[in-house]
């Protein structure tokens, strides 16, 4: 996990963003002592539910960048994915997929591909950027760990798109307390010597397989209106010239002239 | 501080209960709604959506209520006062962020019509069925206070004190109304802005570097930042230290959890609200909360007439539960009598509180509507050929 927010470090100064606007609603739970050097806003909330806490945060004050960080994104938080990424509200989503719970050493999670767990599973695993792609995320890419410059110029590319960008990350499980001597490093090492990077690969296509080696890379990148986007011109419709749109003074709108959308 | 004038309709209107909430909300400054829609809860959403541009307010429907409330409590920590609204099954589902709302301390406000259950019940129809799981309804130790209003009025003014409560102790409270007060219409009374009291959020004044999320004052409520300000904080649903870091230990379990019950256990005296009338001179009590209490009122005022020395005991606030009132009053008083849309819970509760001091009798109040009072003055009746202490809970049989 060290690894994983050193990464994100590196994202967020390649970004340029002011570290004091970014918070991360997490449902896993990382060693605070390092999410206090990233000098980000940290909640660490309940399972599965870090997207729609990060949806209220980014409603609640439109300037902030909020990157919800989750393990059980497909389990508890399924819904939630599907609904937040069809919804298009401002966030990074960061799936840490280490194909099975590691805390709880040997259970499946329903991103779990037949070999990689010690008990097997018999369940079809997901395919996230897929997933994503298909319910409108304006951004999706894969990545393994190990992928360190290519994912952290990937988190700065993404924490900056107008709309939700999902970045599955593929990682061995952390143990809470985590430093890296505890990561298994030959699944590290496993995961990156099994994966091939194929840019604006059709996401339908990268779906993780056994036998098959990752395909990593960058799969989506399109434009569409955000959910804050689309409630103020549906609001300004009904309501008229009264209306103040909402969350429109944002600095960062303005320089990247993201909210063109939805007229 | 006083209310933002924005917010407050200052007149007379004709509202229903769920306007009254919706207003009551805006009154107190509330300008986020996270919900999702569900019966007999639409009116407030609809009234508050309506006014929220206008006011400056924002909302959002998620996909069920446990995003809403998550969504609440995320945007409560920017600032906003935050609230949320649903109905019986929706309550259920928000019970995992209300435990989370109590861990992380954030405040807010959860608005329950209630209708009956249990699983989906029948939705346009009043109840009190809810008022247990407010209670205890999510995992671990903790408290909360939860209003019960009878008119639309109180639901106007029972909002507002709401939000200042939550406020005041950094934690989620309900207002638990029925889906008779939804619908019913009455005058309530706006008073000007600055008529209105606001308790203002409690924030840290220090250094940006200086901030611990959970360090408490004397009263034990940590004192909050807005996010995005720069004081770089972590806070997690786990046992934590001031810092707001995981300390998994016995140590920090009772450092940490003593603290979210005593800051309302220490508090009840403050907390409380009852309406106590014609107790004075009392042989019986009808102990009533939310809508109920307007047929109580009813049958106290037609027993007195009739010569039966009959008071009532309306609570306000039905938790934290008035404890020391009602073990005074039972040691006065002939008989209890609690009349509840549900089959039987706060009734426990003063049975519990009365000791084997005084006859608890419960009515299964609703069946002939709300406001019918037939089965109230049959118990008033019963209660005058008792004469011993009956140690346990004596339910109205029909027709007596």
Not at chain 1, 132 to 138: E, K, P, Q
Not at chain 2, 137 to 146: A, L, M, N, T
Not at chain 2, 332 to 339: D, G, L, M, S
Request: net charge negative; proline share 6%.
């Amino acid at each position: 996990m060290n690894l994983i927010t050193s990464i994100f470090n590196k994202g967020i100064e390649t970004s340029g963003i002011e570290r004091k606007r970014i918070s991360i609603p997490s449902d896993i739970p990382f060693s605070p002592e390092v999410i206090e050097k990233l000098g980000v806003d940290y909640f660490h909330t309940a399972r599965g539910r870090a997207i729609p806490f990060g949806t209220g945060l980014k409603l609640g004050n439109p300037d902030l960048r909020v990157m919800p960080v989750t393990g059980d994104l497909m389990t508890l938080g399924g819904n939630h994915f599907v609904h937040g990424v069809r919804r298009n509200m401002e966030l990074l989503v960061i799936c840490v997929n280490n194909f099975i719970y590691k805390k709880i050493d040997g259970k499946t999670a329903p991103s779990t591909a037949n070999k990689f767990s010690p008990y097997s599973t018999f369940e079809e695993p997901f395919n996230f950027p897929h997933l994503g792609n298909s319910c409108g995320a304006v951004y999706t890419a894969r990545w393994t760990a190990l992928h360190a410059e290519e994912l952290a110029a990937s988190i700065a590319e993404a924490i900056t798109k107008p709309g939700l960008a999902v970045i599955e990350i593929i990682a061995p499980g952390p143990n809470y307390y985590t430093d890296i001597d505890d990561i298994d490093e030959n699944l590290l090492k496993f995961y990156f010597d099994n994966s091939i990077i194929k840019n604006d690969t059709n996401p339908r296509e990268v779906g993780i397989t056994p036998e098959d080696k990752i395909i990593v890379g960058r799969f989506t990148d399109k434009k569409r209106p955000t959910f804050i986007d689309v409630y103020n011109v549906q609001l300004g419709k009904t309501i008229g010239e009264k209306f103040t749109p909402y969350g429109v003074t944002q600095t960062e709108k303005k320089k990247s002239g993201g909210s063109d959308g939805g007229n | 501080m006083k209310a933002d004038p924005k917010g407050v309709l200052t007149g007379s209107h004709n509202l229903s209960g769920n306007q009254a909430c919706a207003e009551g909300a805006l009154a107190a400054g509330c300008r986020f709604l996270g919900l999702y829609p569900i019966m007999p809860a639409l009116e407030v959403s609809e009234r508050f959506l309506e006014r929220a541009p206008r006011v400056g307010a924002t909302f959002i429907q998620m996909e069920d209520e446990i995003s809403a409330l998550a969504a609440v409590l995320g945007a409560s920590w920017t600032g906003k006062r935050s609230m949320t609204v649903t109905s019986g099954p929706g309550l259920s589902l928000m019970m995992e962020h209300l435990g989370l709302g109590v861990m992380l301390e954030t405040p807010c406000v959860i608005i329950d019509i209630q209708s009956v259950g249990p699983g989906l019940g029948l939705p346009t129809r009043a109840a009190q069925g809810d008022i247990m799981q407010s209670r205890w309804g999510s995992h671990g130790d903790y408290e909360i206070v939860v209003f019960a209003p009878s008119s639309p009025q109180e639901m106007f003014d029972y909002v507002i004190k709401a939000f200042n409560l939550s406020e005041r102790y950094r934690i989620p409270v309900a207002v638990m109304s029925d889906a008779y007060l939804a619908r019913l219409q009455e005058n309530v009374v706006i008073p000007p802005a600055e008529e209105i009291d606001i308790e203002p959020r409690r924030y840290f004044k220090g250094e940006t570097d200086k901030y611990l999320p959970f360090k408490r004052d004397k009263d034990f409520v940590p004192p909050m930042v807005k996010i995005g300000d720069g004081y770089r904080f972590h806070v997690t649903g786990l046992t934590h230290d001031d810092r707001g870091y995981p300390i998994m230990n016995e140590e920090c379990q009772e450092y940490n959890v003593h603290p979210l019950v005593k800051k309302i256990r220490d508090y009840t005296d403050e907390i409380i609200e009852v309406q106590e009338t014609g107790i004075d001179d009392a042989e019986v009590v009808i102990i009533s909360y939310g809508t109920t209490a307007r047929a109580a009122l009813k049958a106290m005022e037609q027993a007195r007439s009739a010569g039966i020395k009959v008071g009532s005991l309306k609570l306000a606030t039905v938790w934290p539960f008035p404890e020391k009132r009602i073990f005074e009053l039972a040691k006065k008083v002939k008989a209890f009598i609690v009349p509840e849309m549900n089959f039987g819970q706060l009734v426990f509760e003063v049975e519990r509180c009365s000791i084997g001091k005084a006859n608890v009798l419960f009515i299964s109040h609703g069946e002939k509507g709300v406001e019918n009072i037939d089965d109230i003055l049959s118990a008033i009746r019963q209660t005058q050929q008792m004469n011993e202490v009956k140690k346990c809970i004596i339910e109205l049989k029909k027709g007596v």
